[in-house]
């Protein structure tokens, strides 16, 4: 059965860095475009980046040049680097492996709090 952990989330100050970890289990890990996805309270789940299967990248605006997305075949992981935070970044943090529509899946989340 497919399964993906999240981790590396927690209570950072404003400027402060994260590193988020999604260890993907039960597909084939390299055929899938992976996506960090993130939910405000209040807000609509909106995407942050997206990473296909060899290396291209994506990012939403508000996070360009802030964060960086990166995977590890080998490993069957996604990383979410995220410098400069900003409280606006606050929300709980999804990650996604999109193989297609049949082959869609999620993970719980990891909640990502930016305060002083």
């Known amino acids: 059965q497919v399964h993906l952990e999240e981790s590396g989330g927690g209570l950072v100050q404003p400027g402060g860095s994260l590193r988020l970890s999604c260890a993907a289990s039960g597909i084939m890990f390299s055929l899938y475009d992976m996506y960090w996805y993130r939910q405000a309270p209040g807000k609509q789940r909106e995407l942050v980046a997206r990473?296909?299967?060899?290396?291209?990248?994506n990012y939403a605006d508000p996070v360009k040049g802030r964060f960086t997305i990166s995977r590890d075949n080998a490993k069957n992981t996604v990383y979410l680097q995220m410098n400069n935070l900003k409280p606006e970044d606050t929300a709980v943090y999804y990650c996604?492996?999109?193989?297609?529509?049949?082959?869609?899946?999620w993970g719980q989340g990891t909640q990502v709090a930016v305060s002083s």
């Open positions: 990473i296909t299967g060899v290396g291209s990248t």
């Open positions: 996604n492996a999109y193989g297609s529509l049949f082959n869609n899946y």
